[in-house]
């Protein structure tokens, strides 16, 4: 096999011109002495209100108005307020498309926002192109980073699969086991699984010994589990939709008290209460999260101060009702994406969409995001070339029905070579 070459941080950093830390703030007194005439920074926000990520779409659009106040509070954007202009996309590839029409045609929106399912990125991310709108999508796909969309398209809030399995492969195949079934859903975000995770544990030693994909209209998961083969030391499931909760209790009553060790992708129990009944036989299992959904021991001021503006308990609940679970593990990408897109447009001097073109060069030039209150969910480094960002992971572990995390990987682990560069492309 031949060895592997990673981009160190050095070598991104090379050739880009870091801009200013994304803490700096507008002058309040130019937002001020503008007043209300000053007209706003509109911002396009594709949200699946309906369909199968509507659990996610919610929590999506909570975090974006707490983190769009914020901004606001502390002067705007270049001296300018900041609208969110909210289209629902149902979740559906067709729709999103239409959807980014309506910000440039009919809402004059400056740019467009906040997608997760990577079928609507990729039925989306074309349209961006053609209206030569900014596309900041807060997905997870490794369709950015993969080269197959545009220069217009920037995932700059949170991790690609790719990375997020390359770093947590290791954990499983050295605690949990080698023999892996593999349960996903069957469109691109679960083929990414598939595909990555595959590769990713076989360099570990290990093996895929089964992959069974879910059709993500499925309602119920029993006559899938007798698929499992006997030998399969490990499941790992990442499910998604408003059926996660059947397939985890289905997958409890099937297995009993002899079930294999369990890695779960937590979006699998997103939005869930992990006190629900029938989830008990999830002592002792394994998650991936990408922000910690309980407040840990060494919790830090950052999320603190995220958790707050944004309404969650220690608990990952809403502060409102203890039962409404946020997603949290996903949601802080909104919060963070926006930051990002503020840094950019100051940077830029961004005053119109005459300037797009200037935002996206100077998103490009991002490389260190520190930690701080603009990234709570830890410290990252973005990629301009593959208009990809790489953060920590974290793997947790469920006892007395909380997740407590075991292993926090570093930038490093998720490093992998580069697969396109955005930046000669031309606009």
């Known amino acids: 096999m031949a060895k592997k070459t990673f981009p160190t941080r050095r070598k991104i950093l090379t050739g880009m011109a870091a801009v200013g830390a994304a803490s700096a703030l507008p002058d309040v007194t130019r937002f ?43 002067g705007g954007i270049n001296g300018r307020p900041v609208e969110i202009v909210a289209e629902d996309d149902g979740t559906d590839p067709k729709r999103g498309a239409e959807v980014l029409e309506k910000f440039a045609n009919q809402h004059g929106c400056d740019i467009a926002y906040g997608t997760l ?6 039925g989306s991310a074309p349209r961006a192109a053609e209206l030569k709108m900014p596309y900041f999508v807060v997905s997870e796909g490794h369709h950015v980073a993969s080269g197959m969309l545009n220069r217009y398209t920037l995932q700059p809030g949170i991790t690609d699969v790719k990375s997020q399995v390359q770093a947590m492969a290791p954990f499983v195949a050295s605690n949990l086991g080698k023999k892996v079934t593999m ?25 895929v010994v089964a992959k069974l994909a879910i059709p993500p209209t499925e309602t119920s998961f029993t006559k899938y589990f007798p698929q499992i083969p006997r030998e399969t030391e490990v499941i790992y499931h990442v499910m998604v939709g408003p059926s996660v909760l059947t397939f985890v209790k289905e997958m409890g009553e099937f297995f009993g008290p002899s079930a294999p060790q369990i890695f779960g992708f937590i979006d699998s129990l997103e939005a869930v209460d992990f006190a629900t009944p029938g989830l008990e036989f999830l002592e ?8 910690p959904r309980y407040a840990q021991a060494d919790q830090t001021d950052y999320d603190k101060f995220y958790r707050a503006q944004v309404g969650v308990d ?14 949290y593990s996903h949601m802080f990408a909104c919060w963070e994406t926006l930051y990002v897109i503020k840094q950019g447009m ?7 969409p005459q300037d797009r ?67 000669t492309q031309s606009f």
Do not use: C
Not at 184 to 200: E, I, T, V, Y
Not at 284 to 291: I, R, V
Not at 346 to 352: C, L, N, V
């Open 32 to 74: 001020a002495h503008a007043g209300s005439h000053s007209a706003p920074i509109k911002i396009g926000f594709q949200v699946h209100r309906t369909g199968i990520g509507a659990a996610y779409g919610r929590w999506y659009e909570r975090t974006t108005m707490a983190a769009t106040k914020v901004i606001n509070d502390a």
């Open 284 to 291: 002792g299992t394994h998650f991936w999260e990408g922000m």
């Open 183 to 207: 349960i996903f859903p069957d469109f691109a975000f679960g083929h990414n699984h598939r595909d990555f995770f595959s590769a990713a544990i076989e360099a570990q030693g290990g093996e």
């Open 117 to 122: 399912f990577s079928h609507v990125v990729i």
């Open 314 to 327: 220690n608990n990952g609940a809403s502060l409102d009702d203890p039962k409404d679970i946020s997603t």
């Open 346 to 352: 100051e940077a830029a001097g961004y005053t119109g």
């Open 357 to 423: 073109t200037k935002l996206i060069e100077a998103v490009e030039a991002i490389t260190d995001m520190p930690e701080s209150n603009e990234h709570p969910q830890g410290a990252k480094l973005f990629n301009g070339k593959t208009h990809q960002v790489f953060g920590p992971q974290h793997i947790s572990k469920v006892e007395g029905g909380k997740l407590v995390v075991q292993h926090t990987t570093s930038l490093e682990d998720g490093f992998y070579p580069d697969e396109v560069d955005y930046t």
